[in-house]
Structures are given as C-alpha cells and as structure tokens.
C-alpha cells in the first residue's frame, strides 16, 4: 500500500467532519440563530434551505416559526364584587424576533413561564376591575324563554356596559404591550372557563334549588286549584245528570203504571171474575214453591180456586 492512502483517508475524513459541522438545515417550520461560544452572531437566519456556519466554534439554534400555544392553569380570581371565581384561559403567539426571544428567554420553555407571569396577572388585574356580570355575559340580550309560573312575570337581565369579549381585549392588548419586548407577538386570546369556586357553587346551587321549588309549588297550587275545579264540575254534571235520570225513570214508571191500571181496569170490566182468576194465579206463582208449606183455613180467600176451580 502507498504511504500517501492513509494520509488521503484521513484528509477525507476530516474534511467530512468540518463540512457536516459547516452545513446545517432550516426547514420552512423553523427559524435559526448562530451562536459563537454562546452568543449571538449575525442575523437571524428565516430563509429555508442548506445554510453554512463556522464548524466547531459556531451553534445553530432551531426556533418554531409557526403559532405555538398557551394553555394557562385555572386561576381563583376575585371580581369587583367580591366574587371568587376560577377563570382559565389560552392564547396563541409566535416567536416574531427570534433574536430579541433568544437574548431575553433562550427556549420554549422560558417563554412559557413568562407568559404564565404574564398572561395570568393581566387576566387577574382585568378580571378584579369588572363585576361578575361583565365577565360571565359578552353581550345585552333578551333572556331566553323559560318556564315559569303563569303568574309571575319573566326575569329580566341586568345590562352589562363592558362584557366579556372587551375584557377578553384589554387582557390581549395589555399583554402584548408586555410580551413584545421579549421578542413574542401574541395572535389572540381567549376565556376557555369561569366557574365559581366550591364555596359559591353551594350557594348558588342552593338558591337554584330554592328557585325550581318555589316556581314548581306555584305550578303544584295552580294543578290542585284546576283538580278541584273539574271534580267540581264533575259532581255537577253527575248530580244533575241522577236527577234527570231520576226524573225521566219517574215519569216512565209513572206512564207504565197508568198505562198498566188501564189495562187493569179494562179487564176487570170485561170479566171481574177472570180479572180475580188470573191475579189469583199470579199470587200463587209469587208466593208458593216446592219448599214453601202453608196452613190455611178452609174458608181462606187464597184457596177459593184451589178448593173448588171452575
């Protein structure tokens, strides 16, 4: 072998080493700042694409070029009135100065932890300035359609001057003016959440409670007050539907028993003694069975017929 080969492939090899520490990528997602034993150096780098930098001595630093996000921690937060409320919020922001972002705050991570500083005490300051109201409802409306007892009027809603939508602003445009120092602009901010603490839930759950109870005791009253309207109106109609059923059948037996004495009267005026035979008979046949004994005298009306028929 040729002395000269070694030295070649050593050559080679070390001039691969330096071109791959000279050359690094920037994708279209991402952003890069060169930094020589730690700082800065140059502008930063935007452009996608093969880039070239000092082997070795100078670092290539990769920065999110597209929006990132911010998910804060729910936060117990008084309102104006003296309210306590959890409000939670989230946000997106990009890296707009990578240089500026990397000198105040290095990574990601450092950015995070800013914006929860400073995301959470401007949602604190602006939540503090407002009532209740203000930060719960975004607009003045009419109040929807519930059911209530027919005697009470609708609730009507207090008007709000600021709502939430401004007060979700202020908190934006107060935390830009603070976050663009550290190279970072924030894109939007939104109120995920606000739900009241443990303490006010009870308390309002139960006045809810008390609520639903008073207007269901209205409903309760107004079915007993209709339910006795309508028994009412039943022991009425049946009473008076008796009387006439009571005075129709009177006057249909009171027809029957004229027309039944008619027809007495005319068979007793053709024949009075048939007349006396067949009531006779008909006397027996309600009055004598197989099991039924009597003891009547000879002379007795009852045994006219059966002592001596004709």
């Known amino acids: 072998?040729?002395?000269?080969?070694?030295?070649?492939?050593?050559?080679?090899?070390?001039?691969?080493?330096?071109?791959?520490?000279?050359?690094?990528?920037?994708?279209?997602?991402?952003?890069?700042?060169?930094?020589?034993?730690?700082e800065p150096v140059g502008?930063?780098?935007?452009?996608?694409?093969?880039?070239?930098?000092?082997?070795?001595?100078?670092?290539?630093?990769?920065?999110?070029?597209?929006?990132?996000?911010?998910?804060?921690?729910?936060?117990q937060v008084p309102t104006r009135d003296k309210t306590f409320i959890f409000v939670d919020t989230y946000a997106r922001w990009r890296i707009s100065e990578p240089l500026l972002f990397f000198q105040r705050?290095?990574?990601?991570?450092?950015?995070?932890?800013?914006?929860?500083?400073?995301?959470?005490?401007?949602t604190r300051n602006a939540v503090a300035r407002h009532d209740l109201i203000e930060v719960v409802r975004t607009a003045n409306r009419e109040p929807a359609d519930t059911t209530v007892a027919p005697q009470e009027e609708p609730e009507s809603l207090d008007e709000i001057v600021t709502g939430r939508e401004q007060i979700t602003r202020e908190i934006l445009e107060a935390a830009s003016a603070a976050v663009v120092e550290l190279g970072i602009e924030l894109l939007d901010l939104k109120i995920k959440r606000i739900n009241y603490v443990p303490e006010v839930q009870q308390d309002v759950f139960a006045r809810m409670i008390a609520e639903r109870n008073r207007i269901a005791e209205g409903f309760r009253s107004e079915g007993q007050g209709e339910s006795a309207r309508i028994m009412g109106e039943r022991e009425r109609d049946l009473a008076r539907i008796k009387s006439e059923a009571f005075r129709t059948?009177?006057?249909?037996?009171?027809?029957?028993?004229?027309?039944?004495?008619?027809?007495?009267?005319?068979?007793?005026?053709?024949?009075?003694?048939?007349?006396a035979f067949t009531k006779s008979l008909e006397t027996y046949e309600k009055t004598m069975d197989p099991s039924?004994?009597?003891?009547?005298?000879?002379?007795?009306?009852?045994?006219?017929?059966?002592?001596?028929?004709?």
Not at 105 to 122: F, K, N, P
């Open 1 to 38: 072998m040729n002395r000269s080969q070694p030295i070649l492939l050593v050559l080679v090899l070390v001039g691969v080493i330096l071109l791959g520490g000279s050359v690094y990528t920037v994708s279209e997602t991402n952003q890069a700042i060169i930094t020589q034993f730690g």
């Open 43 to 75: 502008e930063p780098v935007t452009e996608p694409g093969l880039h070239f930098k000092v082997p070795f001595i100078q670092t290539a630093n990769m920065f999110e070029k597209r929006f990132l996000e911010w998910d804060g921690s729910p936060n």
């Open 105 to 122: 705050l290095r990574d990601e991570r450092g950015a995070q932890s800013r914006l929860d500083d400073i995301l959470d005490g401007e």
């Open 249 to 275: 059948a009177e006057e249909l037996r009171g027809t029957a028993d004229a027309e039944a004495t008619n027809i007495y009267a005319e068979a007793y005026g053709r024949d009075s003694g048939f007349y």
């Open 292 to 310: 039924t004994f009597f003891i009547l005298g000879t002379d007795s009306e009852l045994m006219r017929y059966l002592e001596a028929p004709r």
